[in-house]
């Protein structure tokens, strides 16, 4: 066994050791407290000093991400104005191994003024600290996997571990889904596939010109090749109706053209209309409709994979709202393997 290894292996077995020590009935008060923070609309404050307190940093991150207001205080600046931030209603968790750590201690006696619930995550069980506490969790070891058994190792991997435990049976009593859990995480892949939808990332109607159904077959293709007000190819051109200018008769994709003129001999070509070469019927989508869902839509369409779809108003049947193209999909982070997207 290596020593690496075996480094691993002790901070799991503390890790191990911790989850048989804890009291369950601590456990249950410091989560009941926490349920009251989402009760209150009040928010969880932590603390601690040196690596307890990159600890603590990260459990309030670990909060704030699942839906509880977190906010880390650093107890050196609590003293000197930061304690404003910290309100009658809200719950402290204080991290200290030795339980004796100077400036959390200072802090005790204002949060108890202030009435502001307190749970201790500590080394001992006998400290001052968790003498100053309402609940007290045991994150004991025996020793840090350190070879000098002083830098924080084991015992700063037990914190953590209660506190993405605390953090994990919080997230599941709230009854936190995917989408709450997608509010906050909008740059993820679970993120954008709860929260993008289709009006996020088509190009809107107003930034496209249509074809009149009498537009000859060269202004098609012009359209297709280069698009229209200069945004480009769209891979698809939208033919309008008659009367009504936002009213769409039908679309034409590349597919289209090709299968038009494979109709039709070369000397006919002139007289092709664009509107006998557009699809009357294609596959639509509402703007409100996720770009997940809009996606496999494209992708598992029985008739053909499609590149392009038209965003219409659902309360108006054919009104164009706007196109939407694999190609932003896939730029906005989606993958084409709608399968592998599903959380």
Do not use: Y
């Amino acid at each position: 066994m290596s020593a690496l290894t075996s480094c691993l292996e002790g901070e799991a077995a503390a890790i191990a050791a911790a989850a048989q020590r804890l009291n369950s009935a601590q456990v249950e008060a410091a989560l009941e407290l926490l349920a009251g923070c989402r009760q209150r609309r009040s928010k969880l404050v932590v603390t601690g000093v040196g690596k307890s307190g990159i600890v603590a940093r990260k459990i309030a991150a670990t909060f704030s991400s699942i839906g509880l207001t977190a906010v880390f205080l650093n107890p050196v600046d609590a003293l000197h104005g930061d304690l404003g931030i910290v309100a009658a209603d809200d719950v402290a968790l204080l991290l200290s191994n030795s339980g004796e750590t100077e400036e959390l201690l200072a802090i005790i006696p204002h949060l108890r003024r202030r009435g502001t619930a307190r749970i201790a995550l500590v080394g001992r069980l006998g400290s001052s600290l968790a003498t100053g506490c309402d609940v007290v969790l045991d994150g004991s070891v025996d020793r840090e996997v350190c070879p000098l058994n002083l830098a924080p190792t084991a015992s700063t991997a037990v914190a953590m571990a209660i506190g993405d435990a605390l953090a994990a049976v919080w997230m599941e009593r709230a009854g936190i889904s995917p989408e709450d859990f997608a509010i906050n995480h909008p740059a993820g892949s679970l993120g954008r596939q709860l929260t993008l939808t289709v009006a996020d990332l088509m190009v809107p109607a107003t930034d496209l010109e249509g074809l009149s159904p009498q537009a000859p077959l060269a202004e098609v293709i012009g359209q297709l090749t280069q698009g229209s007000n200069g945004k480009g190819s769209l891979g698809a051109a939208w033919v309008q109706a008659s009367g009504d200018p936002r009213q769409m008769a039908g679309l034409i994709t590349d597919g289209d053209l090709r299968r038009t003129l494979q109709r039709h001999p070369p000397e006919s070509w002139a007289s092709i209309r664009a509107g006998a070469m557009a699809t009357a019927d294609p596959i639509t989508v509402a703007p409100q409709t996720l770009a997940i869902t809009a996606l496999e839509l494209m992708e598992r369409n029985p008739r053909q994979a499609i590149s392009v779809l038209p965003v219409v108003d659902p309360a108006r049947p054919g009104q164009l709202l706007g196109l939407l193209r694999l190609h932003d999909l896939v730029q906005a982070g989606f993958s084409t393997n709608p399968a592998a997207e599903r959380p």
